[in-house]
């Protein structure tokens, strides 16, 4: 084998040898664009995810925002009513006093000495008569009491003022109930928004490292194909030294065999001169080289 068969089998064998890595590069850079594929499929998910609870959180947010309006709305009503209120007491206090001083009782004394009584027949212990004369001074005093707040009831002025007292302290209630719920509900709707914030920060940071990956992913990617190139121009440019390597071979091959016969042609055509006897191989020969 020559020289040039030996470089030609060289270059075929290097080229196999680049044609496998080539290979390899491809699979290795289709398999991470498959995977940069997949991982930004999951960012995707994750930013649809992401997208959904910014609306929750914006919907909790303005929900929140109006029962916590609501409740302050309802706040300043009930201040109001409680002043009113306030008023009404004062006013009302005023006419029991009024009304209690042209009858000459002091209620709240009476009431006093009702508590103080009946506080001494709790804590002492007493002989039967003491304590006879005791419960009916108990008694005296609850009907004396009672009499005082039935003439206040009957009071045109002391009713409508009492009645007035009655329905502001249940609008206050109800109004305090109100903003109970009303908070509740507040704090319902900020605890589910904080929440979905937590979960908003998770997935936005798990998102970020999915896009970090996914561009590092690409940059070896591109790193990878950058080398297939390059082993595929390496295999190319192989081809072509091959190809022209062998096109060079065939020529120096067809040249030495025709200069062959054309020496074997001119021997003869010397023997032909000589008058040396020729075969019909060697007329042919001659005939073919164009020398007879």
């Known amino acids: 084998m020559d020289d040039s068969e030996q470089s030609i089998e060289e270059m075929i064998t290097q080229k196999d040898v680049f ?173 589910s928004m904080i929440e979905h914030v937590k979960t908003l920060d998770n997935l936005g940071k798990k998102a970020n490292e999915l896009q970090e990956t996914i561009v590092m992913t690409k940059i070896e990617a591109d790193k990878v194909h950058k080398d297939f190139i390059e082993h595929v121009n390496n295999i190319h440019e192989l081809e072509r030294i091959i190809s022209e390597s062998e096109k060079k071979k065939y020529k120096e091959k067809k040249l030495a065999d025709v200069t062959s016969a054309q020496k074997e042609a001119n021997d003869i055509f010397e023997k032909f001169k000589r008058g040396e006897k020729l075969s019909t191989e060697d007329l042919m020969i001659l005939q073919k080289a164009g020398l007879i």
């Open 19 to 191: 044609q496998i890595k080539a290979n390899k590069l491809k699979k290795t850079r289709d398999d991470l664009h498959d995977k940069s594929k997949r991982m930004a499929d999951e960012r995707d998910e994750l930013t649809a995810r992401i997208r959904e609870l910014r609306n929750k959180i914006s919907t909790h947010r303005k929900t929140r925002d109006e029962f916590n309006e609501r409740v302050k709305h309802a706040k300043e009503e009930r201040n109001t009513l409680i002043t009113t209120h306030s008023e009404v007491k004062k006013t009302l206090r005023s006419l029991e006093r009024e009304k209690l001083m042209n009858t000459g009782v002091n209620l709240n004394l009476l009431k006093q000495n009702l508590r103080k009584l009946e506080n001494e027949q709790m804590t002492q212990i007493l002989s039967p008569q003491k304590e006879k004369k005791l419960i009916e001074a108990i008694a005296g005093l609850h009907n004396q009491i009672k009499k005082q707040e039935e003439m206040l009831r009957t009071d045109p002025k002391l009713k409508e003022a009492i009645e007035e007292e009655k329905i502001l302290r249940k609008k206050i209630e109800k109004l305090h109930e109100s903003m109970a719920k009303l908070a509740k509900r507040a704090q319902e709707e900020h605890e």
